[in-house]
């Protein structure tokens, strides 16, 4: 298996742009959770979906964060506009079922700059 | 909501023993799971614990005291490969982290 696939690995952009980052969770899995590790904060979860549907947003910090999940194979999340304060590790990972029990895997991360 | 506490770092020589313990406050608690994340890496699984008492696998080990909502993680016969960070979390709809915990191995 090819496991939690995301991209871009590294982006560097400028205060105010648009930042898209995309995931590709392992087939078969049903849970994607979007998570945000930096020093100060650790390990955030900033989302997740079922089958598709976001069930808990609550750790989106604020309006310019967005997530979706048109299909089962695709997710992205999506920054407008950045702020230098975003910068930070964004990890995808999926899970058959809930985690009570079942291992999430994660992909590499995709590490954002935001200048 | 849902807090966990564990040291910030600890460190040990190669072939020491070191237990990293974690206590949480939650509400539907399922489990406690143990991450470990390399540096410039993503987490990984280690282990799991649903009910109280001690899970083996391999050089590591991971209890769970419901009652105390308190779990550990043991590394033993520490390798350097093992410097890295480990996190508890908190198993149920979603995965909960703790802030984690920076292991340093010295030869």
């Known amino acids: 298996d090819a496991g939690v696939i995301q991209s871009p690995r590294h982006e560097v952009t400028e205060m105010g742009q648009e930042v898209t980052l995309r995931c590709k969770p392992i087939s078969g899995h049903d849970y994607l959770f979007w998570y945000r590790q930096t020093m100060m904060r650790g390990l955030e979860l900033l989302i997740y979906f079922n089958n598709n549907v976001p069930i808990d947003d609550s750790g989106m910090p604020e309006d310019r964060f967005s997530a979706k999940m048109p299909n089962a194979s695709f997710s992205t999340l999506k920054i407008q506009p950045s702020e230098p304060r975003d910068s930070a590790v964004y990890f995808c990972?999926?899970?058959?079922?809930?985690?009570?029990?079942?291992?999430?895997?994660f992909g590499e991360g995709s590490w954002l700059t935001v200048v | 909501g849902q807090s966990l506490e564990q040291p910030s770092e600890v460190t040990a020589v190669e072939g020491a023993i070191v237990q990293i313990n974690c206590t949480y406050q939650?509400?539907?608690?399922?489990?406690l799971s143990w991450y470990q994340q390399h540096d410039g890496g993503a987490p990984t699984f280690l282990s799991y614990n649903a009910l109280d008492g001690l899970e083996e696998t391999g050089r590591f080990s991971s209890f769970l005291s419901r009652s105390d909502s308190y779990g550990y993680l043991l590394l033993q016969e520490l390798q350097m490969k093992d410097s890295a960070s480990y996190f508890c979390a908190v198993a149920g709809n979603k995965l909960t982290f703790g802030g984690g915990t920076r292991v340093l191995v010295k030869p």
């Open positions: 990972a999926s899970s058959y079922r809930d985690t009570g029990g079942n291992t999430i895997y």
């Open positions: 939650t509400s539907g608690f399922y489990g």
